[in-house]
């Protein structure tokens, strides 16, 4: 039985749950709205990626509307990233959070966030959260894993569906009461990325440094070899793990 939060809308095929989700919202969908496919004809990662959406993966969008600034939209990568990993870590799945979006078990992609907002002239109007995961089958593409190749037992996406929303909405809640803190806290907990080392690439090219922490608005603390610090934001660059 689903919480009633959510307004479930289920299909077995769409080019993307997220441009259906932000068609939904400009209508007036309430937030809660979540629409969920079966597959995706032109699923979309982060920076212009497409993500592959075969059968027997977990694709989905959410419709919040939290009262808060645009620039403070990122922070909900970090509410998802740590509710996903709370949720399959229950499980007993070894999964750990990749900076900035990334669920990744064993070295291998296993979830991906896409937060994408709508914005009106006083603000933010809604954001659509969505959510690939990798269930069932063996994902054609290479670093990437699914939940049934890590068990060895095939799985059933509805339960993992449920509590994957349950921490979604605990978290998404405790998130407007409390702030960001309680996310960032588990975020940390399970990022592999920090004390590692990283190569930037952005606009000015490549860059070796340490990543050093998280910061509020889910941005990455870095420390290159001469001792600079800097902030690096998802959106500005990508990052490899060396
Ligand atoms: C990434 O890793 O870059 C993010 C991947 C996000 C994929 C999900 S699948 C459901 C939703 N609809 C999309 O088109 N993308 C997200």
């Known amino acids: 039985m689903f919480d ?23 209508q007036g969908a309430p937030e809660g709205t979540l629409i969920v496919a079966e597959t995706q004809r032109a699923g979309r990662g982060r920076r212009g990626r497409s993500w592959s959406s075969p059968h027997g993966g977990l694709y989905f969008s959410l419709i919040l509307r939290p009262p808060i600034p645009p620039e403070y939209a990122s922070q909900l990568v970090v509410v998802t990233a740590a509710s996903l990993y709370r949720a399959l870590h229950r499980r007993s799945l070894p999964v750990s959070l990749k900076w ?12 991906g966030i896409l937060v994408e907002g709508g914005f009106a002239s006083q603000g933010l109007s809604f954001a659509v959260v969505g959510v690939g995961v990798n269930v069932n089958g063996q994902p054609p593409i290479e670093g990437a894993t699914s939940i ?6 095939p799985q059933g996406k509805e339960e993992i569906l449920q509590d994957i929303l349950g921490e979604m909405k605990a978290g998404y809640l405790a998130y407007l009461a409390e702030g960001i803190e309680p996310a960032l806290a588990d975020y940390r907990r399970g990022c592999i990325t920090l004390n590692r080392e990283v190569i930037i690439i952005g606009p000015e090219g490549k860059a070796r440094a340490k990543a050093i922490d998280v910061g509020s608005r889910g941005e990455l ?13 998802a959106d500005e660059v990508s990052l490899r793990t060396c």
């Open 221 to 233: 603390l870095v420390e290159y070899p001469d001792g600079c610090r800097r902030l690096v934001f």
């Open 148 to 153: 049934e190749a890590l068990t060895a037992s």
């Open 4 to 26: 009633p939060f959510f307004h479930i809308h289920h299909l077995c095929e769409v080019d993307s749950t997220n441009d259906r989700a932000k068609e939904l919202a400009r």
């Open 100 to 111: 900035p979006n990334d669920l990744v078990a064993g070295g291998k992609k296993l979830a």
